[in-house]
């Protein structure tokens, strides 16, 4: 079936990095392109973006662009999503999902908590 | 761009229907077909119940529907079960290969 894994739980210091991975199962990685949401804690979900797996070129949604990057490792069909210059507001549920038909997400990875804290 | 509207809370007792309204502008819902609902129950992820503003997924329940009319979007939950209460967000498409979620519905079962 078709399934997407995530990373597991990451604390990290504030200014330091963190690199989120989303593998791919159960389909053809390249035909469907890849989203990022972020949800922050008793928040509702926010769009970062899309990445297209096919030619690798990302999109960012305005307030994502910078410190953000989207990146792609075909040959393991896994997608990643690396943050830079981590604040205490970057701390969230990071989830990856498909984007099945046009702007449609399905299926959603099971989320990948991200803690920023001294 | 800004978040779709929707009210912050929504009740009704088992069998009741309910619909959760989604506004947004002439930019985003009332210019695009590509209207989603989603539910998230605690501690899970989203899932996805409606796409393409009416249409359901496969194995979802048929007691969830959606329509549009202008620029607001709406889900129907009729035969409401205790399983619904969830919270619900709607999203749409709003031009440049962007996406714009709602601020989220929570549903409660009485």
């Known amino acids: 079936q078709v399934q997407l894994v995530q990373s597991g739980s990451e604390l990290k210091k504030p200014g330091a990095s963190v690199k989120v991975s989303c593998k791919a199962s159960?389909?053809?990685?390249?035909?469907?392109?890849m989203n990022w949401v972020r949800q922050a804690p008793g928040q509702g979900p926010e769009w970062m973006g899309w990445i297209n797996t096919n030619t690798g070129n990302p999109t960012y949604a305005q307030g994502f662009t910078g410190r953000f990057v989207f990146a792609l490792d075909t040959s393991v069909n896994t997608a990643y999503l690396q943050i830079s210059s981590l604040s205490t507001e970057d701390t969230a549920v990071y989830y990856c999902a498909r984007d099945s038909r046009y702007f449609v997400f399905d299926p959603w990875g099971q989320g990948t908590l991200v803690t920023v804290s001294s | 761009q800004s978040a779709l509207t929707q009210p912050a809370s929504v009740s009704g007792s088992p069998g009741q229907s309910i619909t959760i309204s989604c506004t947004g502008t002439?930019?985003?819902?009332?210019?695009?077909?590509?209207v989603s609902w989603y539910h998230q129950h605690p501690g899970k992820a989203p899932k996805l119940i409606i796409y393409d503003v009416s249409n359901r997924p496969s194995g979802v329940s048929n007691r969830f529907s959606g329509s549009k009319s202008g620029n607001t979007a709406s889900l129907t939950i009729s035969g409401l079960q205790a399983e619904d209460e969830a919270d619900y967000y709607c999203?749409?498409?709003?031009?440049?290969?962007?996406?714009?979620f709602g601020t989220g519905t929570k549903v409660t079962v009485l």
């Open positions: 999203t749409s498409y709003s031009g440049s290969t962007t996406l714009v």
């Open positions: 002439s930019s985003d819902v009332g210019a695009y077909k590509y």
């Open positions: 159960g389909y053809t990685f390249t035909s469907y392109g």
